[in-house]
């Protein structure tokens, strides 16, 4: 290929270049930071472990009598009651909460349509208001609310609770409470 033929590719290729080019021509700018301060996240936690719980009976005929899972053991008709004191720490402007009771794996299939469970919380707790299950806070910091699980087996007429509800365990250490941020 000839000089003056390269010679014009390169002109051509140049002044592509520039045509293309002709919108990124610097213009005046000016860069500062924002000094707005600093935005930190809060959080909501969940502590069952700062007092142990207490099992109560309180079926018809036996109610407040202590109930000890080791060693009593529920026939149809008997309701069990479950209180313990969960420390809450909420931090965070606007935050609620909403306690649930899990019940997946504490209940087996033999037992599903036979066994309830229910969670309560104490509607008088110092600093929460409980709105159907969500819980606002009065302000950031440590609460402590009673809660109260309910362990039903269920009364059915005569001979109607099938023989495959007898000496079914029920694994008490599988209810779990999960304390999910709502807002």
Not at 11 to 16: N, P
Not at 162 to 178: C, S
Request: net charge negative; glycine share 10%.
């Amino acid at each position: 290929m000839k000089k003056t033929t390269k010679a014009t590719i390169a002109a051509v290729a140049a002044g592509a270049l520039l045509i293309g080019g002709a919108g990124t021509v610097a213009r005046w700018q000016a860069v500062q930071n924002v000094d707005a301060g600093t935005v930190s996240t809060g959080h909501l936690t969940l502590d069952t472990t700062t007092a142990p719980g207490e099992w109560t009976d309180i079926s018809a005929g036996s109610p407040g009598t202590p109930f000890d899972p080791a060693t009593d053991e529920l026939v149809p008709g008997d309701t069990v009651s479950f209180d313990q004191i969960v420390t809450i720490n909420a931090e965070g402007k606007n935050i609620k909460g909403e306690l649930v009771a899990g019940t997946t794996g504490a209940v087996p299939a033999a037992l599903t349509d036979q066994v309830q469970i229910a969670l309560d919380l104490d509607e008088e707790a110092a600093g929460l208001t409980n709105n159907d299950g969500i819980l606002s806070f009065e302000g950031e910091g440590t609460y402590e609310l009673p809660v109260n699980i309910t362990v039903t087996f269920v009364e059915g007429t005569e001979a109607s609770t099938p023989d495959t509800t007898m000496d079914v365990d029920i694994d008490l250490t599988e209810l779990t409470l999960t304390l999910n941020q709502v807002r």
